[in-house]
């Protein structure tokens, strides 16, 4: 099997000389496949129920993302780094959305990440742009609103609510809707009874 990583030495146009090359290699070709699957699973009725549980499953067993129950992955959905991804049971993830997982990304039951919403859990450090990470954790109950972004280290409070294209960088407490670039606190929000999941309404207790 020697041959292998010679012929995706020849299609990536790197050599294999030295570690630094290797674990590029392998990074690349993490990445190749992990966005090779993603844009197989990319089919629009793949999302819809019953069959939303072949793509979970396909990205828990080929990309390890960690459900921890039943969740919709609409189109065009990336996710980097899937294996640092935790989801809660009745999350939807709509069109479009990007979630960079270079640390820990937890997503809380019930919670609807927005189309084209961007959370991230890295960037670079200002002073000379090395790679930074930090955890990202949102809470149950959440709704991230179309384009919104959540960069790392911030940590979303339950039953909060991010208006669309909302840059979010503190904290957002529980019970919270936020908008605005930086995002700030628009109002406080009492939720009780039943809510709206793409599973059908449920307790939001
Ligand atoms: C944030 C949001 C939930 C607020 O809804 P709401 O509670 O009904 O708020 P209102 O429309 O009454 O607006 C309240 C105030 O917040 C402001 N506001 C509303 N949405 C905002 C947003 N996304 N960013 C910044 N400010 C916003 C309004 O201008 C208003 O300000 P004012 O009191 O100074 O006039 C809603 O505006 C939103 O962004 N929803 C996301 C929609 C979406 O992404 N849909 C995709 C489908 S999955």
Known sequence: MRWLPACWCLIFGTGLKNDE??????????????????????????????????????????LGVHFKGECLIHSGVRILNPGNLVIGNYCSLVYGCIIECRNKVAIGDNTIIGPQAFITAGGHAPADLSPTTRSVSI??????????????????????????????????????????????????????????TGFGEINCE
């Not at 699973?41 to 828990?60: E, I, N, S, V």
């Not at 609510?161 to 936020?178: F, L, Q, S």
């Not at 929000?189 to 039943?194: H, K, M, S």
């Open 21 to 62: 090359n290797m674990i590029y290699l392998r990074v690349t070709l993490r990445r190749f496949w992990i966005s090779m699957i993603q844009s197989v699973f990319d089919c629009p009725f793949l999302w819809q129920p019953p069959m939303h549980r072949f793509k979970a499953a396909a990205y828990r067993f080929l």
């Open 139 to 196: 809470g149950k109950n959440v709704f991230i609103g179309a384009r919104a972004m959540i960069l790392q280290g911030v940590r979303i409070g339950d039953n909060s609510i991010v208006g669309a294209g909302a840059v979010v960088v503190k904290d957002v407490p529980p019970n919270t809707v936020v908008g605005g670039v930086p995002a700030h606190e628009i109002r406080r929000l009492e939720r009780a009874g039943r809510i709206w």
